[in-house]
């Protein structure tokens, strides 16, 4: 069995190199917390070469979370998502549903829960950046284009031989065809595609990139019907959305 330790009552931490002087009170107020069972006397907490105990985290928004705990003050605005990132981290609820009611906070939480809706959005999101990175080490030029193909729901086919399997893709006029480089759907809910695309569009410049985007109509493959094959039907298309993102390389 593990000896209790016993803590001061004012306690010195080095929270990621930033040096605080605390309460062993402040510290343990919030019941249930990851501070507070730190400084239970039920575990080990390591201690930094001059004696102060030591939190890995970043010490500027630790000065938040312990203000907090002393006065219940709350944040700046700007430092919003930091502080909510710790206060998540150690477990401090009340903090958090504070920070839920910032306008910013809210609104990304919002956005988070809408993205959800949208199974592998996160991994199209990644396979945009991974293929505009392979195009920037073969092609020099001011700018990027990705195509990306965009169904809200799986058509049933009609024509049995029409491939399912089929890369979309896209004619430019007097141009080679542009194959999809990503897809995403199809979702549950009644989400018309361009509007998945001003998400895309959205997150991308949120990371700091400029890009723009066109809606470019129906994807080009064609399926014809086998000459013999019962039925009406002699032509069937696809009826999946293409776009295509431009990243601008010139613009800030």
């Not at 500027?60 to 203000?67: K, S």
């Not at 009340?94 to 906070?105: I, N, Q, V």
């Not at 195009?135 to 029409?162: E, G, R, Y």
Request: proline residues 5%.
């Amino acid at each position: 069995m593990t000896e209790e330790t016993e803590f001061p009552s004012v306690i010195e931490l080095n929270v990621g190199g930033r040096h605080f002087t605390t309460s062993l009170l402040t510290l343990t107020k919030s019941e249930g917390t990851m501070l507070a069972a730190m400084f239970s006397g039920n575990y080990d907490v390591k201690k930094d070469k001059n004696g102060r105990y030591f939190i890995d985290a970043d010490g500027d928004t630790f000065a938040h979370v312990l203000n907090y705990l002393r006065y219940g003050e709350l944040p700046p605005t700007q430092q919003a998502p930091s502080v909510y990132r710790d206060a998540v981290y150690f477990g401090l609820h009340g903090l958090t549903e504070e920070l839920e009611r910032y306008p910013s906070m809210l609104s990304k939480i919002q956005r988070d829960a809408y993205r959800t809706q949208f199974p592998g959005y996160q991994k199209v999101l990644v396979k945009i950046l991974d293929t505009v990175t392979d195009s920037n080490q073969k092609i020099i030029d001011t700018t990027s284009d990705i195509f990306i193909a965009l169904f809200a729901k799986v058509k049933k086919n009609k024509l049995p031989n029409f491939d399912k399997s089929h890369v979309c893709s896209y004619k430019p006029k007097n141009k080679e065809n542009k194959h999809a480089d990503v897809s995403l759907g199809p979702w549950d809910i009644p989400t018309p595609e361009k509007d998945v695309m001003n998400c895309i569009t959205f997150d991308l410049k949120e990371r700091g990139f400029v890009v723009t985007h066109d809606s470019l109509g129906q994807c080009n493959y064609m399926c014809e019907k086998i000459p013999g094959m019962p039925g009406q039907l002699l032509v069937e298309n696809c009826c999946y959305s293409m776009f295509k993102i431009t990243f601008h390389w010139w613009k800030m």
